[in-house]
């Protein structure tokens, strides 16, 4: 009876040792810190990239252009002087004529450069040698008749014989293409001069002065700059070098002066109506759409 109830005790812990034996070999479950806790809880977001600002837009520069860059550079600065102009008659005249602008903008202190990348295409010249069904009667064409039983070189040779008496001809003439932003006049544009108007538009006419002494010596310091092929009068060059002796003398030397009506002056003050009447008829032709005009 005891014997048998000994062996009921062993199996008993047999079992129990056995399933001690399984439990062990459990991975024991490890308690990680709070800290630990929070790290592996905490979502970390990725910071998106600053969106790119849209690059300007850029048009491709035309092959042909209807002038020179230089030229539309200078037909573009005049537009720029007339945007801020405070002359009453040549902001009126470019209200009356709005429209022809329109495709230009109105930004008054947009350089030429940057102007140019969004706005060359406004000055391409796509007249172009092409096939004709009608004969287009006017200056700026020529018409040939063209034998196709030759070979391109044989007509590319007789076309340059035939076509380069014609052209130097032309080219004494004032020929102008038929373009809306064309110059006026391409033949013996006096370029050097206009940059010397629109600069004493934008230096003397366009500023205030003290008194016509002080202005008439800003317009001969203007004209005296090496740049101009001009010759500066006589009289505006004698003003200049007279003006500037006096400002730098004594107060009692510039009080005699001042009260001595000086001859320079009278013959600056005519320079600078002849001048100032020049500049004008130059910005109210470009105000009305021509560059340069008549002036």
Avoid: C
């Avoid at 391409?124 to 196709?148: G, T």
């Amino acid at each position: 009876m005891v014997q048998k109830k000994l062996l009921a005790t062993d199996k008993k812990i047999q079992a129990l040792a056995k399933s001690v034996k399984q439990i062990s070999k459990k991975p024991a479950a490890t308690t990680k810190p709070a800290s630990a806790r929070r790290k592996t809880s905490t979502v970390t977001t990725k910071k998106s990239a600053p969106a790119r600002q849209p690059s300007l837009a850029r048009v491709k520069v035309p092959e042909y252009l209807v002038a020179p860059k230089e030229t539309i550079a200078l037909w573009f600065r005049a537009y720029q002087l007339i945007l801020n102009s405070s002359d009453k008659k040549i902001t009126n005249a470019l209200k009356k004529h709005k429209k022809f602008y329109k495709l230009w903008g109105t930004d008054k202190s947009i350089t030429f450069e940057k102007w140019w990348q969004t706005k060359s295409a406004l000055f391409e010249d796509k007249s172009s040698v092409e096939v004709v069904k009608n004969i287009k009667k006017d200056a700026n064409h020529i018409h040939l008749s063209v034998p196709l039983n030759k070979k391109l070189e044989t007509i590319v040779a007789q076309f340059k014989e035939q076509v380069k008496p014609v052209l130097i001809e032309a080219q004494k003439k004032n020929l102008v293409i038929k373009h809306k932003f064309s110059p006026t006049t391409m033949k013996g544009m006096k370029t050097n001069k206009i940059i010397m108007l629109l600069d004493l538009y934008d230096e003397v006419f366009n500023q205030t002065f003290k008194d016509k002494k002080e202005q008439a010596y800003k317009l001969s310091d203007v004209l005296n700059r090496p740049k101009y092929a001009e010759k500066v009068p006589g009289s505006l060059q004698k003003y200049h070098e007279v003006y500037e002796a006096v400002e730098g003398s004594n107060t009692l030397i510039k009080t005699i002066v001042d009260n001595v009506n000086l001859k320079e002056l009278s013959n600056a003050k005519r320079y600078i109506n002849r001048y100032k009447q020049k500049v004008n008829k130059l910005l109210l032709n470009v105000a009305e759409g021509k560059f340069p005009g008549k002036y």
